[in-house]
């Protein structure tokens, strides 16, 4: 459904035949230069591999972001006198509605796991509690 949509919007500035309003589009995403190059080479850019591509693309951005999180919050949660300066420069800067806290007295484990975005070996385990100040609000909602 997503590539058949960009073909659609594609083909309506011209992409198809390798047109002159494509030319003139400055900036173009992923599925727009895949389907350039398909329009080029159909036996082997095939709306399936456009599919898998892109669904590595959103994969591989996803769980790279999620585990740069992960490994900055252990190293915050280990260091709390450096997570309570980010805090408060947080609450300088925007609305921040939750407090974290190590589950245990002991250090969060920082080794790190097989992969080609090093995952932590273990998931990260951390308590999350609402702060006073929005307390009301979530409740609310």
């Not at 309506?12 to 494509?22: I, K, P």
């Not at 456009?50 to 919050?73: F, H, K, P, Y």
């Amino acid at each position: 459904e997503l590539v058949e949509g960009c073909k659609r919007r594609f083909k309506s500035y011209g992409g198809e035949g390798g047109g002159d309003m494509v030319a003139e589009v400055k900036t173009k995403t992923m599925i727009e230069m895949l389907l350039a190059l398909q329009a080029k080479e159909p036996e082997y850019y095939t709306d399936a591999l456009i599919r898998s591509l892109m669904l590595n693309l959103l994969t591989g951005g996803t769980d790279a972001s999620a585990g740069t999180m992960e490994w900055a919050l252990s190293l915050l949660l280990n260091h709390p006198h450096v997570l309570k300066k980010a805090q408060l420069e947080i609450d300088r800067s925007m609305i921040q509605c939750f407090d974290w806290e190590r589950v245990g007295k002991e250090l969060v484990d920082m080794t790190g796991g097989v992969g080609l975005s090093m995952p932590k070996a273990k998931p990260l385990m951390a308590y999350c509690r609402a702060r006073p100040v929005a307390a009301k609000f979530l409740s609310e909602n």
